[in-house]
């Protein structure tokens, strides 16, 4: 009897295809089952009610089956039956089918649509914003930005040019200076303005280095070109700029009363006082020819905080009363008379300004700079 069991068993699990299923095991016992109760059913007379009837005991009957052969000795270990696999789809080039793994489906291998069915059986959570999903991918990107950003600043610097260097590099009196390299040509080749004939304006907010590039421009203009090209009047009211250049053999002079006067200002008055000297100096150049007005040194006016002067003299004006009130006005209008009058005119006489904008309502136009 037991050779008899054996050999049923040998012939449900071929060797030539390894160990035999569960399923195919139930599905060979179901079909074997159904026939006969199929017929035992309608020969009692039971119609489609026995049909029924015999399917069920068939499935029965074969799970009893399967189960039983399973605990049989000498029969090779069988799995279990998962019946989710008759209803499981499979992709078959491109035709989704039901039933397609009812043959060879190994229940102990995870399915791809296991873990959409989990993923629909989840509790739907707050809507997510794609913006800050799109920013939760990728700190890494924005970290790396910024990272990127500093290492620029930090190992890209461009070396600048020394004031020694650029002297060494102008050719002398030629009434043009360098006054650094170029931020947007390629290379970044120094950047030369061109002193003859135009007023300089430096242009900028407070504490941004304007006094210091107006200092740079000061020391390169002295340092290549002689005082017979090129003369310097310092009209500075705080003494700050103006000091560095108080022993230069290019400072101006102008004879008052048969008295020479340096053209060196250090307070407000000074520089109302030598701004009248200045425009002096520009009237007698009309008197002369072209001929000789080429022959004479470019007379370059430092001007410093011609505004806060401005505003100086005109609080003046609203805190005094009589006479003085009188005077502040009058020097008032004597100190935007004198800077308009070089502004307007000076060109033609080599008279020059190296200032800030002359008025805050004025609009940003430059000569060289």
């Given at each position: 009897m037991m050779k008899e069991h054996d050999d049923a068993a040998q012939k449900l699990v071929p060797e030539s295809h390894g160990k035999m299923t569960s399923s195919e095991i139930m599905i060979v016992v179901a079909f074997a089952l159904a026939v006969p109760l199929i017929?035992?059913?309608?020969?009692?007379?039971?119609?489609?009610?026995?049909?029924?009837?015999?399917?069920?005991?068939?499935?029965?009957l074969a799970g009893g089956g399967t189960s039983a052969l399973r605990h049989m000795p000498g029969l090779p270990e069988i799995p279990s039956f998962d019946w989710s696999v008759l209803f499981a789809p499979v992709t078959i080039e491109?035709?989704?089918?039901?039933?397609?793994?009812?043959?060879?489906?190994?229940?102990?291998?995870?399915?791809?649509?296991?873990?959409?069915?989990?993923?629909?059986?989840?509790?739907?959570?707050?809507?997510?914003?794609p913006v800050q999903d799109t920013a939760d991918k990728a700190p890494t990107d924005v970290d790396a930005l910024f990272q990127t950003a500093q290492n620029t600043a930090e190992d890209a610097t461009m070396p600048?040019?020394?004031?020694?260097?650029?002297?060494?590099?102008?050719?002398?009196?030629?009434?043009?200076?360098?006054?650094?390299?170029?931020?947007?040509?390629?290379?970044?080749?120094?950047?030369?303005?061109?002193?003859?004939?135009?007023h300089l304006k430096l242009i900028g907010a407070s504490q941004y280095g304007k006094s210091s590039l107006a200092a740079a421009i000061l020391y390169l203009i002295t340092r290549t070109h002689?005082?017979?090209?090129?003369?310097?009047?310092?009209?500075?009211?705080?003494?700050?700029?103006?000091?560095?250049?108080?022993?230069?053999?290019?400072?101006?002079?102008?004879?008052v009363n048969?008295?020479?006067?340096?053209?060196?200002?250090?307070?407000?008055?000074?520089?109302?006082?030598?701004?009248?000297?200045?425009?002096?100096?520009?009237?007698?150049?009309?008197?002369?020819?072209?001929?000789?007005?080429?022959?004479?040194?470019?007379?370059?006016?430092?001007?410093?905080?011609?505004?806060?002067?401005?505003?100086?003299?005109?609080?003046?004006?609203d805190a005094l009363s009589g006479e003085a009130k009188e005077q502040a006005k009058k020097n008032y209008a004597q100190l935007v008379y004198y800077v308009s009058e070089i502004a307007r005119r000076g060109l033609k006489v080599k008279v020059q300004l190296l200032s800030w904008p002359?008025?805050?309502?004025?609009?940003?136009?430059?000569?060289?700079?």
């Open positions: 017929l035992i059913t309608q020969l009692l007379g039971l119609g489609l009610p026995g049909l029924v009837i015999g399917g069920i005991l068939a499935a029965v491109g035709d989704t089918l039901l039933l397609g793994r009812v043959v060879d489906a190994d229940p102990a291998q995870p399915r791809q649509d296991d873990n959409l069915d989990t993923q629909d059986e989840q509790e739907p959570g707050p809507a997510r914003d600048r040019l020394g004031l020694n260097d650029i002297v060494r590099h102008t050719e002398r009196n030629r009434y043009r200076v360098c006054i650094g390299r170029s931020l947007t040509k390629r290379g970044n080749p120094p950047v030369w303005i061109n002193l003859y004939g135009q002689t005082p017979s090209h090129v003369l310097i009047a310092l009209l500075d009211m705080e003494h700050k700029t103006s000091k560095l250049f108080a022993d230069i053999p290019h400072l101006a002079e102008v004879m048969d008295q020479p006067v340096v053209l060196h200002a250090k307070n407000r008055d000074q520089v109302l006082t030598y701004l009248r000297y200045v425009v002096a100096v520009m009237d007698e150049r009309y008197t002369l020819s072209e001929e000789e007005v080429e022959q004479e040194p470019i007379l370059l006016v430092y001007l410093e905080e011609f505004l806060a002067l401005k505003d100086y003299f005109k609080r003046l004006i002359l008025d805050s309502h004025e609009p940003i136009c430059y000569g060289a700079m």
